[in-house]
């Protein structure tokens, strides 16, 4: 009587296929993960400058601050500040960050679509670290106590820099600090390349003072897969690969200066 079956070389032979396979679609089945999740974090984005242009529309104008002052006092919850992020609840109703339930928190994401599946605040830091960034991990910022979103916001005046070299270009960030400038979209030149919002985070920081900020721009540039998600003044959002800070322009004059953060160029 036969018998037939796999010998020991065969059994060995096909798990080494199986292998050899597995670690060629593993990488793969990755990317397409992160596809998704960069595709949903646009499709956020595309939302939130629509909300942002209508807000423009609805405040003469201008450009949304990164936060406005409520009037209330200070605390560990912030309430005497609201953030963009809650000044567009009127027009998004999604993502309204909710308040922890204890004054003692930490590392409270963000809801709905102010948060972003790619979010990691390594990523963020190690971009931020860099030299063509802030050459600062800003570790004081990643990871944030509590987030109100994983996007930053532009604040206008507040980062301006007149030098015109082409290491060190020209700059003058889309948005509003009320404690410096309400922009207006008249001042703007090129409203469908000044940048407002990108990959980033705005939140109370981890500095031992519960400190409001945000951070955006250069620390969007590995947020996916080498590249981040913008948002335009002119409401559209899409991918810049790389450090979008370093993509540069030269006026007449041979000011170099940041194409997509330079309003007054």
Same mark, same amino acid.
């Given at each position: 009587m036969?018998?037939?079956?796999?010998?020991?070389?065969?059994?060995?032979?096909?798990?080494?296929?199986?292998?050899?396979?597995?670690? #060629?679609?593993?990488?793969v089945f990755a990317q397409a993960r992160e596809k998704a999740r960069a595709i949903s974090c646009l499709s956020n984005a595309k939302q939130i400058g629509t909300a942002s242009a209508m807000?423009?529309? /609805?405040? /003469?104008?201008?450009? #949304?601050?990164?936060?406005?002052?409520?009037?209330?006092?200070? /605390?560990?919850?912030?309430? /005497?500040?609201?953030?963009?992020?809650?000044?567009?609840?009127?027009?998004?109703?999604?993502?309204?960050?909710?308040d922890p339930v204890s004054a003692d928190f930490s590392g409270v994401g963000p809801t709905g679509m102010m948060a972003c599946p790619s979010f990691g605040p390594e990523k963020m830091s190690k971009a931020a670290a860099a030299p063509d960034c802030d050459g600062d991990p800003i570790v004081a910022y990643y990871p944030a106590l509590w987030y109100h979103a994983h996007f930053g916001i532009g604040f206008g005046k507040a980062a301006y820099d007149d030098t015109c070299t082409q290491p060190a270009p020209h700059y003058y960030f889309a948005g509003s600090d009320v404690r410096v400038e309400i922009m207006r979209l008249a001042q703007v030149q090129r409203v469908s390349e000044a940048v407002i919002v990108s990959d980033g985070m705005t939140g109370i920081l981890n500095n031992g003072s519960h400190s409001f900020g945000t951070t955006m721009g250069c620390e969007a540039t590995d947020a996916h897969q080498g590249g981040g998600t913008h948002v335009f003044l002119d409401s559209h959002a899409k991918r810049i690969n790389r450090n979008s800070e370093r993509y540069l322009d030269q006026d007449s004059g041979g000011c170099w200066y940041k194409k997509y953060y330079s309003i007054d160029k």
């Open positions: 036969s018998r037939k079956g796999f010998t020991l070389i065969e059994l060995l032979v096909v798990i080494a296929i199986i292998a050899i396979l597995a670690a #060629i679609l593993f990488p807000y423009s529309q /609805d405040y /003469d104008e201008t450009v #949304i601050p990164w936060f406005v002052r409520t009037g209330l006092p200070r /605390d560990n919850w912030r309430h /005497d500040l609201h953030s963009w992020a809650q000044n567009l609840q009127p027009y998004i109703k999604n993502g309204a960050p909710v």
